[in-house]
C-alpha cells in the first residue's frame, strides 16, 4: 500500500488506510518515461484538498519508466507483463484499485491545469453522472480543442469521409466529432470524449466492469466504455472548468496504428449492429480513406478495411 498525494488543503493518509481515497488515477504507459513526470507533477495542484493515489501501469517499456516514479509519495509503478494495449493496461490497474470513491483514467503525456481533476471528481459524484470528461486546450493558444464525440452512425461517418474538418458547422447527424466552439462553454452531457482523460465514480466502475480489452487493443475502447456507461443509466458529463493539454503520440504513430484506429472504429460498430449494417458502415469508413489514398496512413487503412486477413493480422482480430 502507497500512501496517498495530498493535494494543496489536504493531509496525505498513513500507509495501510482503509479508508478510500477521493481518486485513484490509472495511467497506462509504453516508453512514456519522457512523459511521465510532467503529468505527475501537475496532479497535486489539479487535486486540492483530495487524496490521490496514482498506479502507473507499464505495458511492456524499453525505457527508464522505473527511474519517473521512485521518491513520489501516492505513486505505485505496476508491470503489466508485456504490452497488453490501452484497455488492457487500465484493466490491470482496475484489479489494484482498493478503496477509492472515483477512477481517473489518464494519459502519460498530459498537464492537468489546478483544479481540473477536483472538479472532474465533483462532477462524476453527481446524482445521475457517474462520468466526466474535461475541455482540452491548446497550450501555446489556450483554445478549445475538439475533443467531444457523438455516437457513430452511417451518415455521421458519411459525413466525417466526404468533409473532414470542412464545415464544422454542418448538423449534428453528419459528423461524429462536435466541431461547433460555443459547445465547449457548456457544460453538459456527451456521447463521449477523448479518452486521454475519464474521471467515474467507483460505482460506475464496479457496474459497468472491465473494458473490452479483447476487441479494443487501442483505440474504440473509450467510445465502447462510454456507451456501456450511458446504457446502464449514467451520463458523461463535460466539464468545461476542468481543462488539460495533451501533448498526443505517446502511444505511438505510423500506418499500423492508423490502420488499427480506422479498423476499430468498425469493430466497435459492427458490436452493436447488425451485419449489413456494418458492411455499410465499412464502406463509408473505407470512402474516407480512399478519398485521403495518397498519404500512406490511409493507404494502410483502406488495405486494411478491404482485406479480411489484414483485419485479422491487427490486434484484436480474434474478437
Known amino acids: 500500500m502507497v500512501t496517498p498525494v495530498a493535494g494543496a488543503a489536504g493531509v496525505a493518509a498513513a500507509a495501510g488506510v482503509t479508508e478510500p481515497v477521493d481518486c485513484t488515477a490509472i495511467v497506462v504507459t509504453h516508453n512514456s ?12 495542484r489539479a487535486a486540492p484538498g483530495m487524496t490521490v493515489r496514482v498506479l502507473v501501469v507499464d505495458n511492456g517499456s524499453s525505457d527508464d519508466i ?40 489518464l494519459n502519460p503525456d498530459l498537464r492537468l491545469a489546478p483544479g481540473s481533476l477536483a472538479w472532474l471528481v465533483e462532477a462524476a459524484g453527481r446524482p445521475g453522472a457517474g462520468a466526466a470528461v474535461p475541455r482540452f486546450v491548446e497550450e501555446e493558444t489556450g483554445h478549445s480543442f475538439p475533443s467531444l464525440r457523438r455516437e457513430p452512425t452511417i451518415l455521421r461517418a458519411l459525413g466525417d469521409a466526404l468533409l473532414g474538418a470542412h464545415w464544422p458547422g454542418r448538423p ?75 501533448e498526443g503520440g505517446a502511444s505511438g504513430t505510423g500506418t499500423a496504428l492508423t490502420a488499427l484506429n ?50 485479422r493480422s491487427l490486434p484484436g482480430g480474434r474478437a
Not at 493496461?89 to 483514467?105: E, K, Q, S
Open 262 to 311: 480506422e479498423v476499430n472504429r468498425v469493430r466497435y460498430y459492427r458490436k452493436y449492429h447488425g451485419r449489413l449494417s456494418t458492411v455499410v458502415f465499412r464502406g463509408v469508413v473505407a470512402v474516407g480513406e480512399l478519398l485521403r489514398v495518397n498519404r500512406p496512413a490511409n493507404r494502410a487503412a483502406l488495405h486494411a478495411l478491404l482485406s479480411p486477413r489484414r483485419r
Open 66 to 105: 522505473a527511474g519517473a516514479v521512485p521518491g513520489r509519495t501516492g505513486v505505485e509503478l505496476i508491470r503489466a507483463g508485456g504490452n497488453l494495449g490501452y484497455a488492457g493496461g487500465i484493466n490491470v490497474g482496475r484489479r489494484h484499485l482498493g478503496p477509492t470513491r472515483t477512477v481517473a483514467i
Open 33 to 44: 518515461a519522457g512523459d511521465l513526470p510532467g503529468l505527475l507533477d501537475t496532479v497535486p
Open 172 to 246: 449534428a447527424w453528419l459528423s461524429e466529432m462536435v466541431w461547433d466552439a460555443r459547445r465547449y462553454e457548456e457544460a453538459g452531457p456527451v456521447d463521449w470524449g477523448t479518452g486521454a482523460v475519464l474521471v467515474v465514480s467507483s460505482e460506475v466502475d464496479s457496474a459497468v466492469g472491465a473494458w473490452d480489452d479483447e476487441r479494443f487493443f487501442l483505440y474504440s475502447e473509450e467510445t465502447d466504455y462510454s456507451r456501456r456507461i450511458r446504457e446502464a443509466g449514467w451520463s458523461v458529463r463535460y466539464v468545461p472548468e476542468a481543462t488539460v493539454t495533451h
